[in-house]
């Protein structure tokens, strides 16, 4: 199946700095990279995705860049906030098991100081 | 509002014994999923299912089993739970269908967190 690389596992940023975290996948038909936000002791749910035909997509303070070529994609948070502080999950939908399943990258903690 | 809920919430077991988790929707999706939540290792999807009649295995299905009762409801069994079993499990759901117009957001429950001395 797909194999998803997330890095870093944990960041810190002050209040206000910008902060990026980057996956890197296996499958190349893989056309779908969301990535969902856990806040501590909740669900994780989806803040920003991005289908393979488009290089960026950008969401008030939060954007995704993809290159397909290098098979890599990057979730970019400008100007951080204190309730940005989560574990986020990158994730791409592989192909290679004909069912179109999305495989998660290990999380990356993000915590951001005041 | 429509929504996933997983039961119990938390639940301490000991080695051996058989656990079921429980999983209902109101979303009215066609897909369920069961993923293990693990530190530093993300999330990995154990069952999957289409529909009613439809069951496959995930990454790790191994010491697990499911049942999908009916389209709302999609069970997760553990038959002989051992410690390494501990572990938040998630419940999902989605519409995604090849070709068609949704993307397949994945809507999880809020989570079992189960633990196995």
């Known amino acids: 199946g797909e194999n998803v690389e997330q890095h870093p596992s944990t960041l810190s940023v002050q209040e206000g700095d910008s902060a990026v975290i980057k996956c890197t996948y296996s499958?190349?038909?893989?056309?779908?990279f969301p990535w969902y936000k856990q806040e501590l002791g909740k669900r994780p749910q989806l803040i920003i995705d991005?289908?393979?035909?488009?290089g960026e997509k950008k969401d008030q303070r939060i954007a995704v860049t993809l290159n397909k070529t290098a098979k890599h994609f990057s979730l970019h948070i400008t100007e951080t906030q204190p309730e940005d502080s989560a574990v986020y999950f990158c994730?791409?939908?592989?192909?290679?098991?004909?069912?179109?399943?999305?495989?998660f990258g290990t999380g990356t903690r993000l915590t951001v100081i005041p | 509002d429509a929504d996933v809920t997983q039961t119990p919430r938390n639940r301490i077991t000991k080695t051996g014994k058989r656990i079921m988790l429980e999983c209902s929707q109101t979303?009215?999706?066609?897909?369920m999923y069961w993923y293990r939540q693990d530190p530093g290792l993300g999330l990995r999807l154990i069952y999957y299912s289409f529909d009613v009649k439809d069951i496959n295995k995930g990454e790790i299905s191994d010491g697990y089993s499911v049942s999908r009762q009916a389209q709302a409801k999609f069970s997760l069994s553990l038959e002989s739970a051992i410690p390494n079993q501990t572990a938040l499990y998630f419940c999902?759901?989605?519409?995604?269908?090849?070709?068609?117009?949704?993307?397949?957001?994945?809507?999880f429950g809020e989570g079992s967190r189960l633990t196995v001395l």
């Open positions: 979303k009215g999706h066609d897909r």
């Open positions: 499958d190349s038909a893989s056309n779908y």
């Open positions: 994730a791409s939908r592989g192909r290679a098991t004909g069912a179109n399943n999305l495989f």
């Open positions: 991005i289908r393979s035909n488009v």
């Open positions: 999902a759901t989605s519409d995604y269908l090849a070709g068609g117009p949704g993307t397949g957001e994945l809507f």
